[in-house]
């Protein structure tokens, strides 16, 4: 198996953070198309957050004088059975990038990146939030009596910051 480098990592975890963008973009769809207007807001938001993380990690290695190259992403889920499944996936996918950001973490350690190592620890803070906050929703969706009160939980709460951080790193072409 071949070693991967900090910098090839961070190469793949740009597709990951635009796959995680379109995947809570299909959600954000197909709660739109179930008249669930704040669920949809939530993930159209959350679609917007990972885009921005994305481009973060461009403006690093454009930064650091690394090449960057787009990749394109892999069909998304764009069905569900139940409120319930797209919020689990949401969730199953935090965990996922976490894992993924330790693992960035680890390798830029390992290589004695300081600059790298620094630089990942905004985005280990942030799966913090994200993992929480998502768990939060899918225990207010798997408690809710109806889907009434999840959408007034969700206008009534704040849930994450909305990629409103103002230590986030810089984002390649502005933050949207």
């Not at 793949?12 to 635009?18: H, S």
């Not at 992403?73 to 965990?95: G, I, M, Y």
């Not at 993924?100 to 973490?105: N, T």
């Amino acid at each position: 198996m071949a070693r991967h480098t900090f910098t090839t990592l961070l190469s793949k975890q740009v597709g990951n953070e635009f796959a995680a963008s379109q995947q809570y973009l299909a959600i954000a769809v197909w709660f739109d198309g179930q008249d669930l207007p704040r669920l949809a807001a939530h993930f159209y938001r959350q679609s917007l957050e990972e885009r921005n993380h994305g481009l973060m990690l461009v403006q690093y290695m454009l930064d650091r004088g690394h090449e960057v190259q787009i990749p394109g992403v892999e069909e998304v889920r764009n069905t569900f059975s139940s409120v319930e499944d797209p919020v689990a996936l949401a969730l199953s996918q935090e965990k996922q990038v976490t894992r993924d950001i330790e693992a960035l973490f680890a390798q830029a350690r390992s290589e004695n990146d300081a600059l790298g190592e620094q630089f990942m620890l905004w985005f280990l803070k942030e799966q913090v939030e994200e993992v929480a906050s998502m768990s939060t929703l899918l225990a207010i969706v798997q408690r809710a009596d109806n889907l009434f009160d999840v959408e007034n939980f969700l206008a009534r709460e704040i849930v994450g910051d909305a990629g409103n951080d103002p230590n986030m790193p810089p984002t390649a072409g502005g933050a949207l």
